[in-house]
Each structure stands twice: as structure tokens, then as C-alpha cells.
């Protein structure tokens, strides 16, 4: 496991502290033995290597220390590493590489030695799942306060997926499937909100698993009609287990459109973004097997609204309340008596810069095409211009969005649509 994490909260030109700490993974069957503070986030045990220490040492004393439990020695080994930048507590920035260790603790507990610090914020050593930690870890605010609850939460969740991946997701696959993976290690993939457990394997095969569902099978048929068409994953296997599709394909090359490194040169994002468009528009869609248009999307939305399938919590602030709609079923009726004229094209359905891959300036390949399908152009672009000012937001570069904006059309060689581009926004609120 190699976690990186960059919170770009600091003054990039000031002092860097670099420090080593180690952490001690130590299970109970499905309980964890973790830290709580007076604040409620949850960490696992461990902290700073002091100079000269091994870290065998380190993590023996840390653990004694916080929880009073002696690691037994022979139990540990190595399961990876966080490297972490963020705004230190005394110089500027804060350069953390966190080790990870599996160990067992003996059962006696004894005498615990916190210092200072660790009483002002009152620790206590409790033994949860990593549900329980992750929920308790998801509610907190104050990140300024307990700024390693990112962190923590990641290395929790990816312990999480571990368990679900050997435990309920291995022993389901056929024999034909396991041999592809079976013995390679994976990576976790956790950018996006499809609920699905996404599994990265060293010799670059990804696994998708998600509910068997319309989406999910949708997904399946359109990776097989655009095979030879457009740059997306070669499917290597589907399995179908009744409740859970498994789907085994190759990796994409290049980065998402909303990596680092492509986000270091906006300009050629923004342009990458609009020729991705094009090509998708190039598809000659004679004998696609699926059609998004605006009638199948209307009569999706309404059924969402009538199922009170909204999450309010999801929407944007202004669609709803004084200044927007009252209710689902308004925002609904204002789209269906709102048509906007249709352009008819091979759409993605879901047109977003974590969807997009970028190589050399150039889209290299797209993802999550379940919503792909003949649809109108507008659509993709409306949630195209969206995500690019989201993830603006995200690096504190939003001042450049008009100007990319313009970009991106440019590159399209069309003049932009403000009314169809708020139009398709306001229908991605329904889904």
C-alpha cells in the first residue's frame, strides 16, 4: 500500500519539517484497537520515530504508550506507508511518511504514558470496526484541529475494501477470473460516487463489482459495442452472480483529466476536455444499442422524483429554496416544458474530468460509460464545464475558469449555449 496526500493547505515557499512515524494495525476479529480524542476522530496508534530509534522499537513504545497493550515482537510485519504534505504545527509545511504495521498485542493491558499533548486532547484507547471509525472519522469538521483524520480514514477504508475484496468478492469469481488476479497486488480506487468497489491489480487489470443493476449491465453492453471504437477498457471477463456483476478489464493509460499533473497546465486540459468531445461525436452511432435522449432521461427523473430518490444533500445550493425550485416535482415540470432543441451525437452520459483520460495533451481513454448511449451533445458539455469549474474550486484556481471556459469552446469551434448548458445541469440534479 503507497497512500500519497497533498492537503495544499501551506505557503509553498516557507520551511519543511520532515519527520517518520509508524502505526500499528491490531485486530480482534472484526474489532481494531484505535485511538479516540476528546474531539472524536479516530487514529490508529502509533507517532513519531525518535532519533535513533528503530522503527520495531518506535512502534513497540508508541502503542505502550498511548494504549498501555506490549505488541508481541513476533507478530509484525509491514503493510505499507502514507506520505502526507500538509500545513505543519510549527514550520510551514509538514512532510509525513506514516509506516503501517500489523501486529498482535498481548492481552494483559498495562500502565499508559501520554504526554502533554496527547492529554489535552484526552486519548483514549476503544476498540471499533473500521465501519464505526470510518463513520465517526466522516463526521468531523475541525480538520484544522485533528488534520490526520484524512489519513487515517483513507488507510481505514482501504483496510475495508481488503476485507470485502478477500472475503466476500474472491471466493464468488470463477476459476478463470481468480487465475487473472489471484496473487497480485491491487490498489484501490475510491474518486466517485457510483458505490462500486474498484480493484487496480499490478499486472493492469482492473475489477469492477457493483449491484447487478440496469446501470451496471448497461455498462457491460456499451464497453462491448464500443470495443475498436473508442479508446476504453478491453474486457477480459464478466461474471454475473445473480446479485453482483463482476467485471474484469485492462487499466487506461494516462491520468484523469482532475490529476495534479494534468491540472499543472489548465490550458491543455481544458483543450484535451473538448477534443475528448469531438471524438466521442465522431462515432458513427448506426446500430447503438442503447438511446439517452432527452425522452428517456425525462421519464428516468420523474420516476426518481416520484420514488423520493433525490438526495437533497447532493444538489447544489441554489437549485432548491428562495432563489430555485420548491420541490423535486417543480424542478421536473420546468424541464419538461423547457425542451431545449436536440443535437443529436454519441454521448458519455457522465462527462466529468474523473472520467476522462489524458496522455500527451490527448484524451488516452474514457471511463463509466453506463450512461453512454445516443443522446444530445449538450449534455456532455454541460457537465463537462461543470466538473472543470469544480475542480478548479478544488486547487483554489477558480479565477481562471472564465478564461478556460472560453478555451474550451474555442476548441470545440462552437459558440457556448448558456441556456442548454443550465438546462442539462439542472437534470443532472434529478440523478
Not at 449534455?379 to 469544480?390: E, F, H, K, N, T
Request: glycine content about 6%; aromatic content about 12%; overall charge negative.
Amino acid at each position: 500500500m503507497d497512500i500519497l496526500i497533498d492537503l495544499k493547505n501551506y505557503n509553498t515557499k516557507t520551511s519543511v519539517f520532515k519527520r517518520t512515524a509508524v502505526r500499528a494495525i491490531i485486530c480482534d476479529g472484526e474489532k481494531y484497537l484505535f485511538i479516540c480524542s476528546r474531539y472524536g476522530d479516530v487514529k490508529f496508534p502509533g507517532g513519531g520515530v525518535e532519533k535513533g530509534e528503530q522503527l520495531e522499537e518506535a512502534l513497540l513504545r508508541e502503542v505502550q504508550e498511548e494504549t498501555g497493550y506490549q505488541v508481541d515482537r513476533a507478530t509484525i510485519r509491514k503493510y505499507g506507508r502514507v506520505l502526507e504534505r500538509r500545513k505543519g504545527e510549527y514550520e510551514d509545511i509538514l512532510e509525513m511518511e506514516s509506516l503501517y504495521y500489523y501486529c498482535e498485542v498481548k492481552s494483559e493491558i498495562g500502565k499508559r504514558n501520554l504526554d502533554t499533548y496527547e492529554e489535552e486532547y484526552r486519548y483514549e484507547a476503544v476498540w471499533l470496526t473500521l465501519q464505526e471509525a470510518i463513520e465517526m472519522n466522516k463526521k468531523m469538521k475541525d480538520l484544522e484541529r485533528c488534520p490526520w483524520v484524512t489519513r487515517e480514514t483513507q488507510v481505514m477504508e482501504r483496510l475495508r475494501e481488503e476485507k470485502i475484496f478477500f472475503n466476500d468478492i474472491l471466493p464468488c469469481i470463477p476459476d478463470i477470473m481468480k487465475e487473472m488476479i489471484e496473487g497480485y497486488s491491487f490498489e484501490v480506487e475510491s474518486i466517485g460516487c457510483s458505490g462500486a468497489h474498484i480493484y487496480m491489480f499490478e499486472n493492469d487489470l482492473v475489477l469492477k463489482v457493483e449491484q447487478k443493476k440496469s446501470s451496471s449491465d448497461e455498462e457491460y453492453q456499451m464497453l462491448q459495442w464500443l470495443q475498436g471504437k473508442l479508446p476504453v477498457p478491453d474486457i477480459k471477463y464478466f461474471h454475473t452472480g445473480g446479485t453482483f456483476n463482476y467485471l474484469l478489464m485492462t487499466r487506461l493509460y494516462g491520468r484523469m483529466a482532475c490529476d495534479p499533473d494534468i491540472m499543472s497546465d489548465l490550458e491543455h486540459m481544458a483543450r484535451a476536455l473538448a477534443k475528448g468531445l469531438k471524438q466521442l461525436w465522431q462515432v458513427d452511432i448506426t446500430g447503438c444499442p442503447r438511446i439517452v435522449n432527452l425522452d428517456y432521461q425525462l421519464s428516468k427523473a420523474l420516476s426518481r422524483v416520484e420514488n423520493n430518490l433525490i438526495d437533497m444533500e447532493q444538489v447544489e445550493p441554489d437549485t432548491f429554496g428562495d432563489n430555485g425550485f420548491s420541490n423535486p416535482m417543480k424542478l421536473y415540470e420546468y424541464l419538461r416544458d423547457n425542451r431545449p432543441e436536440k443535437e443529436k451525437a454519441f454521448v458519455h452520459g457522465d462527462y466529468c474530468l474523473p472520467n476522462v483520460f489524458i496522455e500527451n495533451n490527448e484524451v488516452s481513454g474514457y471511463l463509466d460509460i453506463g450512461n453512454s448511449g445516443v443522446g444530445d451533445r449538450w449534455q456532455d458539455i454541460a457537465l463537462a464545464v461543470r466538473s472543470m469549474r469544480y475542480n478548479l474550486e478544488l486547487i483554489g484556481k477558480e479565477e481562471t475558469y472564465p478564461a478556460l471556459y472560453q478555451i474550451f469552446f474555442e476548441e470545440l469551434g462552437i459558440e457556448p449555449d448558456d441556456k442548454k448548458i443550465r438546462y442539462y445541469i439542472l437534470l443532472d440534479e434529478l440523478f
